[in-house]
């Protein structure tokens, strides 16, 4: 008897350690240095966020806007993934709108697409709802953000399926590179800051020069293990490089989400849903 009551009792922490882990909202704190940076925009606090899955924390998103209100955000940017290809219908919106309707009261929030948005025809319905609720979508598009008098550049691009297209990764990477050459031809000069979902894409946005890309879509490995790291991420395979923080290269650096839902495994481990709170600084 007393065995069969402790293999309950453990069996019921497991189920509360795993519902802790995909609920409970953790706000990390970053801070990136760029020589380049306007000094207008030393000490910038970013909200960054991705992959929501279109998943609830609490009534209108009451414990994931209080991690992002804590921020204290002067710009929030969405890389991605608002909505689930897998499990969600036009008429189940409610989540990602909820988040957005209070972003907007918070910073201008910025979002482009991620893979679940290039793949779903609820998107179509998403859209509008997003414009009308005063977000900006910066798919393959471009806005310049002032303070102090001085101004950055905000570049994006869209989410894409290569799987419906039948285009290959050196295809994509082609088409999306000139689009990417487009803004950047656009804002020549400016301090230039890229939302683009795709972390595994880091030696292409290297290559760029753009100083600063925010990413999500890993998940951040979904479990990751101590001493181990993270066990699997989408487009980088088992042992994935490109998963959680802040990655440098000579120029510039990425900084990716562990994002907060999650798509067709259902579960985080040791990875709690996650918002970035990211202060830009100079060099001086």
Partial sequence: MIWCLILCG????????????????????????FPTLPRGFDGFRIVHISDLHNKRFGKRQRRLMKAV?????????????????????????????EFVEEAVKTAPTYYITGNHE????????????????????????SALFSRNGEQIALLGLAGVAPELTGD?????????????????????????????????????YEKSGVPLTLSGH???????????????????????????????????????SRGLGNSRFPFRVFDRPQVIALTLKTDG
């Avoid at 290809?85 to 990602?96: G, I, N, Q, Y």
């Avoid at 683009?196 to 292409?204: I, V």
């Avoid at 181990?228 to 990425?254: D, E, N, S």
Wanted: glycine residues 8%.
């Fill in 218 to 256: 890993a998940h951040g490995g979904q479990v990751r293990l101590p001493f181990v790291g993270p066990l699997y991420a989408p487009h980088q395979g088992i042992f994935p490089k490109y998963t959680a923080g802040l990655y440098r290269w000579p120029g510039g650096g990425m900084c990716v």
């Fill in 118 to 141: 290039a793949f779903t025809p609820v998107y179509k319905t998403l859209k509008p709802e997003l414009l009308k609720r005063g977000v900006t979508i910066l798919d393959d598009a």
């Fill in 10 to 33: 453990l069996i019921a922490l497991g189920v509360l350690f795993f519902v802790w882990q995909d609920n409970s909202v953790v706000l990390t704190r970053l801070t990136a240095q």
């Fill in 168 to 204: 290959s990764p050196s295809q994509v990477l082609n088409e999306r590179g000139a689009v990417l050459a487009r803004l950047q031809k656009e804002h020549a000069g400016r301090f230039q800051i890229l939302l683009s979902h795709r972390p595994d894409w880091a030696a292409f």
């Fill in 69 to 97: 209100r804590r921020a204290e955000p002067e710009a929030i940017l969405i890389t991605g993934d608002l909505i689930d290809k897998r499990r969600t219908r036009a008429d189940m919106l409610s989540p990602a709108l």
